[in-house]
């Protein structure tokens, strides 16, 4: 049986004004995160007690014993959003939050104006998915601000490039150097990591996978070589033939006799 995904969402979300609440000691069966507006507070879990302020962010994780109140004198204020899905660990992962240390320093930036509103019962799609996408959102400016460095292993950094590759073959003017940049990785040690990884350098790789769908759009599909070629990432037709009959043998037109 294929397994079910659950897809991100947004569950609850709100704005506690400065109060006497505290929360626990208890768990959750959501993620819940937390950004402090103004004051302080405390957030005791798994054994560590943390003095927040505002800026600070802190997140509960399911099945996770917490504890969290403001401190008296000056309690805090925040906002918090709930939320749920499959791809919540992976993209947690990416970040400072862990279990151990559910909690991230002052951002450099305000981020309460981020957090979506969740969308009621009776919302309309367009309402669910725009509060995702709003989600999606809040959850990058964390990757971005407190990123994991640990969270790529170096042989992983030439699956991204291939990955990047995959989605960009197409340009014309897409240049080794580009992919380079886009996985921000030191040069030579990417060209190493890529060519263990595949056997191929990054420049072959990318004419590999140009031919490769050029040869798919050939079994297909109607279109002209020229426009097969552009589709590619050849402008110029007669170099997109030499290049194809280099690595296939045959010229575009002899491919497709070929298959007939």
């Known amino acids: 049986m294929k ?31 937390h950004y402090i507006v103004s004051g302080k507070g405390v957030f ?8 927040l302020k505002a800026g600070d962010s802190f997140i509960i994780y399911p099945d996770t014993e917490i504890l969290y109140y403001p401190e008296p004198h000056d309690p805090w204020a925040y906002v918090w959003l709930e939320f749920k899905g499959d791809e ?32 009621n019962a009776d919302a309309r799609p367009f309402e669910r998915t725009r509060a995702e996408a709003q989600l999606r959102l809040l959850l990058s400016h964390y990757l971005e601000y407190y990123p994991n460095e640990r969270t790529i292993p ?33 040069r030579s040690y990417l060209f190493r990591l890529f060519k263990d990884a595949t056997g191929m350098s990054i420049l072959n790789y990318l004419t590999s996978h140009r031919i490769q ?26 170099y997109f033939s030499r290049v194809f009959k280099k690595a296939t043998s045959y010229s575009p037109t002899e491919y497709v006799t070929l298959l007939h």
């Open 3 to 33: 397994p079910i995904h659950h897809p991100l969402v947004c569950i609850g979300n709100g704005h506690k004004p400065p109060n006497q609440h505290k929360w626990g000691p208890g768990v959750r069966d959501l993620y819940a995160l």
């Open 44 to 51: 005791e879990t798994r054994g560590s007690r943390f003095q």
């Open 88 to 119: 919540v660990p992976d993209l947690l992962a990416m970040t400072q939050f862990t279990r151990d240390q559910p909690v991230v320093a002052a951002s450099p930036r305000d981020l309460a104006s981020l957090y979506p509103v969740t969308p």
């Open 154 to 186: 170096a042989a992983d950094y030439a699956a991204l490039a291939k990955q990047y590759i995959e989605h960009h073959y197409w340009k014309s003017s897409l240049t080794v150097s580009d992919i380079v940049n886009a996985v921000q990785l030191e």
């Open 213 to 238: 769908r050029a040869c798919e759009l050939l079994r297909t599909s109607d279109l002209s070589i020229k426009s097969i070629a552009y589709s590619v990432g050849y402008k110029d037709q007669l």
